[in-house]
């Protein structure tokens, strides 16, 4: 039978998730480029910088398990509607923060921690809204359209995170930090909107009274005893972990390659625009055998592209090694995508979807401060050539400790 790239966007319902996760990860990425800039252009420390990753992956890993069983306990679009919400609310907060007003009658010390607090709370709120959306979307189409929804959730999400990343840049200079956050927060309000149009989803009877514990020993034991699925979130969680370059590309902007707001958010793109030229690819003509394999080569290609941009010291080359990077991390978003989808019954699929968040959280937030830390210890570049060597050695200990990863087909 043909293969038909829009089978899952022929469901008006998924068209609408799509729509509202478009809106919301514009909106998310915007913030986060926004104020990465904005603190280390008043603070001019890389440090401060790694501190919001661990401002905000403290309280995403640490409510992960309990968001898992509330998502298997309760109906799912409502926990997004209300989580999306909840961002928009931390959004116009963080405006209010950037306001002249504000900054006038504020030491700076306390406006940003003002800031790390806020960073801090969209942590908790995205430990249940990551989680919610990718345990809804099982729910929005059959079994057998999963891999095309799956392929279509990573490409929106590629999609607007190279419109929130270059359009932060963009108004920056265009509006300043302040009118580039309050789009931040219009973009959220629109996205809940659009979400609202999302009929609940009951759950069985059975699982509304699962006891906390229980349930979420039953999601980890799943996830320990299905052995592709466990090697698959540890790989990801130690390469972006180390590789995790894209943290530093406001103190590279400014201190390495002596470019502006506007160039900073192409760069901070770049990731991105690979992804998504690669998920389209994929979105025509999907990966028919050797996934496991291919998933490892490509983390090991995106280990040697964070380690090239470390070196470059030439715009151009670090935009391509960013570049490839997203290229070869949108296979790997893809392929790790689809075996958690396929692979957990759909009433384990909030407590999985929330330890999988575990790993993706731990990993890109912890890794952002693991950057800023050092590169505050080694120095900018040292820091960033060593990750991406590290990167290298995750994938060799992978390739020989998980044969059955590697031999993977779907």
């Known amino acids: 039978m043909q293969h038909?790239?829009?089978?899952?966007?022929r469901i008006r319902e998924f068209r609408f998730f799509i729509l509202g996760r478009l809106l919301f990860i514009t909106g998310l990425r915007m913030m986060a480029t926004v104020v990465a800039w904005w603190l280390y252009e008043t603070t001019r420390d890389p440090f401060a910088i790694g501190l919001i990753g661990l401002a905000e992956v403290i309280p995403a890993v640490g409510l992960a398990l309990y968001a898992g069983h509330f998502l298997d306990t309760h109906e799912r679009s409502a926990v997004l509607k209300k989580a999306v919400m909840l961002y928009g609310v931390v959004s116009f907060l963080m405006f209010i923060l950037s306001t002249s007003l504000v900054q006038a009658h504020t030491v700076q010390k306390t406006w940003i921690a003002g800031v790390y607090l806020l960073i801090f709370f969209?942590?908790?709120?995205?430990?249940?809204?990551?989680?919610?959306?990718?345990?809804?979307?099982?729910?929005?189409?059959?079994?057998?359209?999963?891999?095309n929804a799956i392929t279509w959730s990573s490409g929106t999400w590629l999609i607007s995170s190279i419109i929130g990343h270059a359009a932060g840049g963009f108004l920056i200079a265009l509006i300043a930090v302040k009118g580039a956050l309050l789009i931040s927060f219009l973009c959220f309000?629109?996205?809940?909107?659009?979400?609202?149009?999302?009929?609940?989803?009951?759950?069985?009877?059975?699982?509304?009274?699962?006891?906390t514990w229980s349930s979420v020993?039953?999601?980890?034991?799943?996830?320990?005893?299905?052995?592709?699925?466990?090697a698959s979130m540890?790989?990801?969680?130690?390469?972006?972990?180390?590789?995790?370059?894209?943290?530093?590309?406001?103190?590279?902007?400014k201190d390495i390659l002596n470019v502006g707001p506007l160039a900073f958010g192409w760069l901070n793109a770049a990731t991105d625009i690979g992804s998504i030229l690669t998920v389209t690819t994929l979105t025509l003509s999907p990966l028919k055998r050797k996934q496991g394999k291919i998933l490892m080569i490509a983390v090991a290609g995106f280990g040697?592209?964070?380690?090239?941009?470390?070196?470059?010291?030439?715009?151009?080359?670090?935009?391509?090694?960013?570049?490839?990077?997203?290229?070869?991390?949108?296979?790997?978003?893809?392929?790790?995508?689809?075996?958690?989808?396929?692979?957990?019954?759909?009433?384990?699929?909030?407590?999985?979807?929330?330890?999988?968040?575990?790993?993706?959280?731990?990993?890109?937030?912890?890794g952002q401060f693991?950057?800023?830390?050092?590169?505050?210890?080694?120095?900018?570049?040292?820091?960033?050539?060593?990750?991406?060597?590290?990167?290298?050695?995750?994938?060799?200990?992978?390739?020989?400790?998980?044969?059955?990863?590697?031999?993977?087909?779907?």
């Open 304 to 366: 040697i592209s964070i380690i090239v941009f470390g070196l470059s010291r030439s715009y151009l080359l670090s935009f391509i090694a960013l570049f490839l990077s997203g290229m070869l991390d949108g296979i790997s978003a893809i392929v790790r995508g689809t075996i958690a989808q396929i692979k957990t019954p759909n009433e384990l699929k909030g407590r999985v979807m929330s330890v999988n968040s575990m790993f993706v959280n731990s990993s890109n937030e912890f």
């Open 370 to 410: 693991e950057s800023g830390l050092a590169a505050r210890l080694m120095g900018l570049v040292p820091s960033v050539i060593f990750g991406g060597s590290m990167t290298l050695l995750v994938v060799i200990i992978t390739w020989f400790k998980a044969p059955s990863l590697r031999k993977l087909e779907y």
């Open 189 to 211: 309000v629109v996205a809940c909107l659009v979400l609202w149009k999302i009929a609940p989803k009951p759950l069985p009877e059975s699982r509304r009274h699962a006891s």
């Open 4 to 9: 038909d790239p829009f089978a899952a966007l």
């Open 217 to 230: 020993k039953e999601g980890l034991s799943f996830v320990y005893k299905t052995k592709d699925l466990m």
């Open 234 to 253: 540890t790989l990801d969680l130690f390469a972006v972990l180390f590789g995790g370059a894209v943290a530093m590309i406001p103190a590279f902007a």
């Open 122 to 147: 969209t942590g908790a709120i995205r430990a249940f809204a990551g989680s919610s959306f990718q345990s809804l979307l099982g729910q929005l189409v059959p079994f057998a359209l999963l891999p």
